[in-house]
């Protein structure tokens, strides 16, 4: 696979950076079962330029709920322009590049390791300003005109905890407390906003390149959709999104507060913290939906099967923190 | 009866040569699934150690709580049928404390390094 990969890339280097003598590196980062991440490496006169290939080799295998990478390119290119971090997007994959779909996209260095962002002492000047900037950006994204990007579906909040329902009524493990959380959450639905906003999907502490002065990139627009935009102000106060420094909601790394109070300066709507509290449970229960559906659909031939086990069982962390959302809400 | 050692005890060996003696002659992606493996093994470890005395003590709350007996399995899919139909709710006696104390005891075996159930823990051994 790897070769040719390298063959496919060597054969598009021209045209991704005119002048090119060869492609100097090419390693896979990482990717699950539909999507792949490659970092390349393309030798120029006196200088070399590095690159990320995502792609998916096969497009049967796309997920239900992903945008499609056609989508993402296109979200990010939009994003870009529109002053939010984000690396440029170099190239789309077309039939002829025998890639698959997907695109290509400049690297950006940084940090993108949670762990480290949230202990690291490389970042100790950035992270009191992270959750400000975190507010700023999702502000800037949920202001986006996204009518012009095909790929995009709708989703109601109510469509929301009824996917998370039907996802957990089709475990053969039961659940109390996920059921617990379903009730909650199906009687406190926010009602729609009147007009969708862009939503990233997957704003968290993870998906953000960070340097030791702040975000330089946004990533992973994979489940980018209309919606409510609050949900990416849950999503990123999510526990497991905290990485051990659970008493900063945001990210491990700032306060709701500080989150809120710069997403409103920046022209976002005033947040209603009820609101956002229900995204958060949301999205608590939507991790512990796919840490569960890991150890439900388990291939023990898979080669990720110890893997897939040990995600299986995170499922009770989100359990905890579930039932701590829960108490803090009555 | 099988004979010794016990499983507990093999497990243990098997954990100690894997991460001392076989983890530092491996690099790259096996030494990352390694590592995986070898945290999944030392889950097993703490599941054989921990849950005799906690499916003992979760069956009870489970009878307490239903008023009926059955398997651990039978009354857990039963509990989760009474809180989806909403004939239990948080505002039940002994349903939260249930399930706090059952997530704790899950905790203690897949993730005792969490620093939710380290508070959790904190704060039970302070009540103590």
Redesign the interface.
Known sequence: MSEAVRAALSALAPRLAPGTTGLAGCRRLSGGASQETWLFELAAEGESRRFILRRAPDVQWQSDLAAGLGTEAALMRLAGAAGVPSPAVVHILAPGDGLGEGFVMSFVAGETLGQKIVRDPAFAEARPGLAGQCGRILAAIHRLDAGGVAGLRLKTNRAKVDALAEAVAGFRERRPVFELALRWLAGHVPADPARPALVHGDFRNGNLIVGPEGVRAVLDWELAHLGDPREDLGWIAVNSWRFGAIDLPVGGFGTREALYAAYAAAGGAPVDAAAVRFFEVLGTLRWGVICAGNADQLDLAAANAVERCIIGRRASETELDLLNLLREAA | MQDMPKPDAILAAVIDFLRDRALPEVSGRTAF?LR??I??LE?VARQIALTPASDAAEHARLTALLGQDGTI?AL??R???Q??A?AL??ASPGL?AH??E???E??AV??PK????R??DEKNQGRA
């Open positions: 699934d995986v493996s945290n999944a889950l399995e857990n899919a509990l989760a049928d809180i989806r909403g709710t948080p939260i399930l706090i059952t997530t704790r899950k905790l897949d993730q969490y620093a939710a159930y508070r959790l």
